[in-house]
Protein backbone atom coordinates (compact mmCIF):
# COMPACT_ATOMS: atom_id res chain seq x y z
CA UNK A 1 0.00 0.00 0.00
CA UNK A 2 1.55 3.47 -1.23
CA UNK A 3 2.53 5.72 1.96
CA UNK A 4 0.28 8.05 1.03
CA UNK A 5 -2.43 6.11 1.69
CA UNK A 6 -1.25 4.30 5.12
CA UNK A 7 -0.99 8.10 6.20
CA UNK A 8 -4.40 9.01 5.74
CA UNK A 9 -5.62 5.97 7.01
CA UNK A 10 -3.18 6.80 10.28
CA UNK A 11 -5.04 9.97 10.52
CA UNK A 12 -8.20 8.20 10.66
CA UNK A 13 -7.61 5.71 13.29
CA UNK A 14 -10.37 7.48 15.08
CA UNK A 15 -13.03 6.19 12.28
CA UNK A 16 -11.31 2.82 11.73
CA UNK A 17 -12.22 2.12 15.47
CA UNK A 18 -15.52 3.30 15.25
CA UNK A 19 -16.53 0.65 12.82
CA UNK A 20 -15.76 -1.95 15.10
CA UNK A 21 -18.37 -3.05 17.73
CA UNK A 22 -18.15 -4.54 21.48
CA UNK A 23 -18.92 -8.10 20.19
CA UNK A 24 -16.52 -11.13 20.82
CA UNK A 25 -15.06 -11.96 17.53
CA UNK A 26 -15.40 -16.10 17.51
CA UNK A 27 -13.85 -16.87 14.17
CA UNK A 28 -10.85 -19.39 14.43
CA UNK A 29 -7.37 -18.02 15.00
CA UNK A 30 -5.70 -17.42 11.69
CA UNK A 31 -9.17 -17.92 10.03
CA UNK A 32 -9.13 -15.02 6.99
CA UNK A 33 -12.23 -13.59 7.88
CA UNK A 34 -9.88 -10.89 10.29
CA UNK A 35 -8.67 -10.02 6.89
CA UNK A 36 -11.51 -9.50 5.15
CA UNK A 37 -13.23 -7.33 7.48
CA UNK A 38 -10.18 -5.01 8.46
CA UNK A 39 -9.83 -4.47 4.75
CA UNK A 40 -13.33 -3.67 4.35
CA UNK A 41 -13.06 -1.32 7.01
CA UNK A 42 -10.27 0.39 5.89
CA UNK A 43 -12.20 0.93 2.15
CA UNK A 44 -15.00 2.57 3.53
CA UNK A 45 -12.65 4.64 5.26
CA UNK A 46 -10.48 5.46 2.57
CA UNK A 47 -14.06 6.10 0.62
CA UNK A 48 -15.26 8.38 3.09
CA UNK A 49 -18.77 6.30 3.48
CA UNK A 50 -20.32 7.51 6.32
CA UNK A 51 -23.36 5.28 8.54
CA UNK A 52 -25.82 6.13 6.31
CA UNK A 53 -23.69 5.84 2.66
CA UNK A 54 -24.04 1.95 3.38
CA UNK A 55 -25.74 -1.66 4.14
CA UNK A 56 -23.92 -4.90 4.67
CA UNK A 57 -25.90 -7.71 4.31
CA UNK A 58 -24.66 -11.00 5.53
CA UNK A 59 -25.24 -14.70 4.63
CA UNK A 60 -25.52 -17.90 6.86
CA UNK A 61 -21.79 -19.25 7.50
CA UNK A 62 -18.48 -18.26 9.33
CA UNK A 63 -18.88 -15.03 7.28
CA UNK A 64 -22.22 -14.42 8.31
CA UNK A 65 -20.78 -14.42 12.50
CA UNK A 66 -19.26 -10.99 11.22
CA UNK A 67 -22.46 -9.45 11.05
CA UNK A 68 -22.74 -7.87 14.60
CA UNK A 69 -18.88 -7.31 14.90
CA UNK A 70 -19.14 -4.00 12.77
CA UNK A 71 -20.89 -1.08 13.58
CA UNK A 72 -23.06 -0.43 10.58
CA UNK A 73 -26.65 -1.25 9.36
CA UNK A 74 -26.36 -5.04 8.73
CA UNK A 75 -28.80 -7.51 7.74
CA UNK A 76 -28.09 -11.67 8.59
CA UNK A 77 -30.12 -13.34 6.25
CA UNK A 78 -31.30 -17.04 4.86
CA UNK A 79 -28.80 -19.15 3.51
CA UNK A 80 -27.82 -18.92 0.03
CA UNK A 81 -29.95 -15.88 -0.25
CA UNK A 82 -28.39 -12.73 0.76
CA UNK A 83 -27.50 -11.78 -3.44
CA UNK A 84 -31.34 -11.21 -3.47
CA UNK A 85 -31.28 -9.38 -0.22
CA UNK A 86 -29.08 -6.87 -1.05
CA UNK A 87 -30.70 -6.30 -4.75
CA UNK A 88 -33.76 -5.96 -3.34
CA UNK A 89 -32.15 -3.20 -0.57
CA UNK A 90 -30.25 -1.94 -3.78
CA UNK A 91 -33.34 -1.55 -5.72
CA UNK A 92 -35.05 0.04 -2.96
CA UNK A 93 -32.84 2.92 -2.13
CA UNK A 94 -30.10 3.45 -4.65
CA UNK A 95 -28.68 6.07 -2.67
CA UNK A 96 -27.37 3.68 -0.54
CA UNK A 97 -23.97 1.07 -1.39
CA UNK A 98 -25.29 -2.44 -0.91
CA UNK A 99 -22.49 -4.43 0.53
CA UNK A 100 -23.00 -8.84 0.67
CA UNK A 101 -21.03 -11.12 2.44
CA UNK A 102 -21.50 -14.89 1.06
CA UNK A 103 -19.47 -18.32 1.72
CA UNK A 104 -18.65 -20.62 -1.38
CA UNK A 105 -20.96 -23.31 0.21
CA UNK A 106 -23.91 -20.74 -0.44
CA UNK A 107 -23.21 -19.10 -3.25
CA UNK A 108 -22.73 -22.01 -5.39
CA UNK A 109 -24.69 -24.38 -4.07
CA UNK A 110 -27.99 -23.15 -2.27
CA UNK A 111 -27.52 -19.37 -3.90
CA UNK A 112 -26.14 -20.03 -7.33
CA UNK A 113 -28.99 -19.29 -9.22
CA UNK A 114 -28.80 -15.76 -7.51
CA UNK A 115 -25.67 -15.59 -8.14
CA UNK A 116 -26.36 -16.14 -11.93
CA UNK A 117 -29.24 -13.37 -11.83
CA UNK A 118 -27.51 -11.01 -9.91
CA UNK A 119 -24.76 -11.10 -12.57
CA UNK A 120 -26.65 -10.74 -15.07
CA UNK A 121 -29.01 -8.10 -14.09
CA UNK A 122 -25.96 -6.41 -13.33
CA UNK A 123 -27.29 -4.93 -9.90
CA UNK A 124 -25.59 -2.18 -8.17
CA UNK A 125 -23.90 -3.73 -5.40
CA UNK A 126 -20.73 -5.51 -3.86
CA UNK A 127 -20.41 -8.83 -3.39
CA UNK A 128 -17.80 -10.34 -1.44
CA UNK A 129 -17.48 -14.24 -2.17
CA UNK A 130 -15.52 -16.22 0.91
CA UNK A 131 -13.81 -18.78 -0.86
CA UNK A 132 -12.35 -21.34 2.02
CA UNK A 133 -13.39 -24.13 -0.20
CA UNK A 134 -15.86 -25.85 2.33
CA UNK A 135 -19.18 -25.22 4.48
CA UNK A 136 -16.91 -24.20 7.57
CA UNK A 137 -19.47 -23.06 10.57
CA UNK A 138 -21.52 -26.26 10.59
CA UNK A 139 -18.00 -28.48 10.59
CA UNK A 140 -16.21 -29.24 7.51
CA UNK A 141 -18.84 -30.73 4.71
CA UNK A 142 -17.48 -30.39 1.48
CA UNK A 143 -18.80 -27.46 -0.80
CA UNK A 144 -18.66 -27.32 -4.75
CA UNK A 145 -15.58 -25.78 -5.18
CA UNK A 146 -13.49 -28.22 -2.44
CA UNK A 147 -10.83 -30.21 -4.36
CA UNK A 148 -10.99 -33.59 -5.36
CA UNK A 149 -9.24 -36.14 -2.89
CA UNK A 150 -9.83 -33.62 -0.10
CA UNK A 151 -11.04 -35.43 3.37
CA UNK A 152 -13.97 -33.45 4.86
CA UNK A 153 -16.88 -34.44 7.48
CA UNK A 154 -19.24 -35.46 4.71
CA UNK A 155 -16.40 -37.44 2.59
CA UNK A 156 -14.45 -39.08 4.88
CA UNK A 157 -13.03 -41.28 1.94
CA UNK A 158 -11.77 -37.76 -0.22
CA UNK A 159 -13.90 -35.64 -2.62
CA UNK A 160 -14.56 -37.63 -5.99
CA UNK A 161 -16.60 -35.32 -7.53
CA UNK A 162 -14.51 -32.65 -9.92
CA UNK A 163 -15.29 -28.74 -7.99
CA UNK A 164 -16.77 -25.52 -9.99
CA UNK A 165 -14.30 -22.70 -11.39
CA UNK A 166 -15.97 -20.59 -9.41
CA UNK A 167 -14.29 -17.52 -11.75
CA UNK A 168 -15.22 -19.56 -15.03
CA UNK A 169 -18.84 -19.37 -14.60
CA UNK A 170 -19.11 -15.84 -13.42
CA UNK A 171 -17.34 -14.53 -16.59
CA UNK A 172 -19.38 -16.78 -18.58
CA UNK A 173 -22.51 -14.52 -17.37
CA UNK A 174 -21.14 -11.33 -18.90
CA UNK A 175 -20.26 -9.25 -15.65
CA UNK A 176 -19.25 -5.62 -15.54
CA UNK A 177 -16.36 -6.30 -12.81
CA UNK A 178 -14.47 -9.20 -11.74
CA UNK A 179 -11.28 -9.18 -8.83
CA UNK A 180 -9.99 -11.90 -7.20
CA UNK A 181 -8.30 -11.35 -3.66
CA UNK A 182 -6.27 -13.37 -0.82
CA UNK A 183 -7.23 -12.83 2.86
CA UNK A 184 -3.30 -12.80 3.81
CA UNK A 185 -3.20 -9.26 1.41
CA UNK A 186 -4.81 -7.40 3.06
CA UNK A 187 -3.40 -4.10 1.32
CA UNK A 188 -4.44 -5.56 -2.25
CA UNK A 189 -8.09 -5.89 -0.41
CA UNK A 190 -8.34 -2.71 0.68
CA UNK A 191 -7.56 -1.48 -2.99
CA UNK A 192 -10.04 -4.31 -4.74
CA UNK A 193 -12.83 -2.86 -1.93
CA UNK A 194 -12.21 0.26 -2.98
CA UNK A 195 -12.93 0.00 -6.80
CA UNK A 196 -15.61 -1.88 -6.13
CA UNK A 197 -17.23 0.36 -3.67
CA UNK A 198 -17.34 2.84 -6.70
CA UNK A 199 -18.39 0.65 -9.36
CA UNK A 200 -21.64 1.23 -10.84
CA UNK A 201 -23.22 -2.30 -10.97
CA UNK A 202 -22.64 -5.86 -9.47
CA UNK A 203 -18.75 -5.60 -8.19
CA UNK A 204 -17.93 -9.36 -8.02
CA UNK A 205 -15.06 -10.38 -5.77
CA UNK A 206 -13.96 -13.59 -4.87
CA UNK A 207 -11.63 -13.87 -1.72
CA UNK A 208 -9.13 -17.06 -0.84
CA UNK A 209 -8.89 -17.69 2.24
CA UNK A 210 -7.60 -20.72 4.61
CA UNK A 211 -10.03 -22.69 6.81
CA UNK A 212 -7.30 -23.49 9.31
CA UNK A 213 -9.99 -26.20 11.70
CA UNK A 214 -11.36 -28.00 8.67
CA UNK A 215 -9.88 -27.81 5.09
CA UNK A 216 -6.09 -28.05 5.82
CA UNK A 217 -4.85 -28.83 2.11
CA UNK A 218 -4.92 -25.35 1.75
CA UNK A 219 -3.43 -23.28 4.45
CA UNK A 220 -1.66 -19.96 3.91
CA UNK A 221 1.63 -21.52 3.12
CA UNK A 222 0.35 -23.48 -0.03
CA UNK A 223 -1.49 -19.96 -1.50
CA UNK A 224 1.81 -17.66 0.08
CA UNK A 225 3.82 -20.06 -2.88
CA UNK A 226 1.07 -19.67 -5.72
CA UNK A 227 -0.31 -16.52 -5.53
CA UNK A 228 0.58 -13.85 -8.39
CA UNK A 229 -0.62 -10.61 -8.35
CA UNK A 230 -2.30 -9.55 -12.05
CA UNK A 231 -0.10 -6.56 -12.65
CA UNK A 232 2.87 -9.35 -13.10
CA UNK A 233 1.44 -10.22 -16.29
CA UNK A 234 2.62 -7.78 -18.66
CA UNK A 235 0.34 -6.08 -21.22
CA UNK A 236 -2.72 -7.80 -19.55
CA UNK A 237 -6.09 -5.82 -20.49
CA UNK A 238 -8.69 -5.73 -18.06
CA UNK A 239 -11.41 -5.29 -20.18
CA UNK A 240 -10.05 -8.30 -22.49
CA UNK A 241 -13.00 -10.92 -20.88
CA UNK A 242 -11.21 -13.94 -23.09
CA UNK A 243 -7.81 -12.91 -21.01
CA UNK A 244 -9.77 -13.13 -17.84
CA UNK A 245 -10.97 -16.26 -18.43
CA UNK A 246 -7.58 -17.59 -19.66
CA UNK A 247 -5.66 -16.54 -16.44
CA UNK A 248 -8.27 -17.85 -14.42
CA UNK A 249 -7.93 -21.87 -15.54
CA UNK A 250 -4.87 -22.73 -13.26
CA UNK A 251 -6.66 -23.29 -9.79
CA UNK A 252 -3.60 -25.19 -8.12
CA UNK A 253 0.23 -23.33 -9.45
CA UNK A 254 -0.21 -19.90 -10.56
CA UNK A 255 -3.12 -17.99 -9.09
CA UNK A 256 -3.46 -14.79 -10.45
CA UNK A 257 -5.19 -11.91 -8.01
CA UNK A 258 -6.28 -8.08 -8.36
CA UNK A 259 -8.79 -6.84 -10.74
CA UNK A 260 -9.49 -9.20 -13.30
CA UNK A 261 -12.04 -7.66 -15.61
CA UNK A 262 -14.26 -4.50 -15.96
CA UNK A 263 -16.57 -3.86 -18.57
CA UNK A 264 -17.53 0.28 -18.53
CA UNK A 265 -19.89 -0.26 -21.08
CA UNK A 266 -22.70 -2.11 -18.81
CA UNK A 267 -25.03 -0.14 -17.41
CA UNK A 268 -26.34 -1.39 -13.97
CA UNK A 269 -29.75 -2.51 -13.24
CA UNK A 270 -30.69 1.05 -12.21
CA UNK A 271 -28.90 2.51 -15.39
CA UNK A 272 -31.42 0.76 -17.88
CA UNK A 273 -34.57 2.10 -15.54
CA UNK A 274 -36.87 3.39 -17.72
CA UNK A 275 -39.34 6.65 -17.04
CA UNK A 276 -38.20 8.63 -14.22
CA UNK A 277 -35.03 9.62 -13.77
CA UNK A 278 -33.12 7.74 -10.42
CA UNK A 279 -32.49 11.14 -8.44
CA UNK A 280 -36.48 11.95 -9.26
CA UNK A 281 -37.68 8.97 -7.35
CA UNK A 282 -38.56 9.34 -3.79
CA UNK A 283 -37.34 5.97 -2.63
CA UNK A 284 -37.58 4.52 0.81
CA UNK A 285 -35.02 4.35 3.57
CA UNK A 286 -33.31 1.33 4.89
Not at 193 to 219: I, K, M, S
Amino acid sequence: MEKKITKKLLEKKADLLALETEKLITWCSNCGNYGIQNALMRALVLEEMGLNDFAIFFDVGCSGNGSDKIEAYTFHGLHGRVISLAAGAAIANPRIKCIAFGGDGATFSEGVNHLVHGLRNNYPMLFVMHNNENFGLTTGQASALTRCGVKMNSAPEGVEVPPLNPMDLVLSCKPSFVAKGYSGDVDQMTEIFQEALRHDGFAYVEVLQACPTYNRETPDAWYSKRIHKIEEVEGYDRSDIWAARRIIQDLDEKIYTGILYVDESRKSFMGNHKGVPVDEVDYVDV
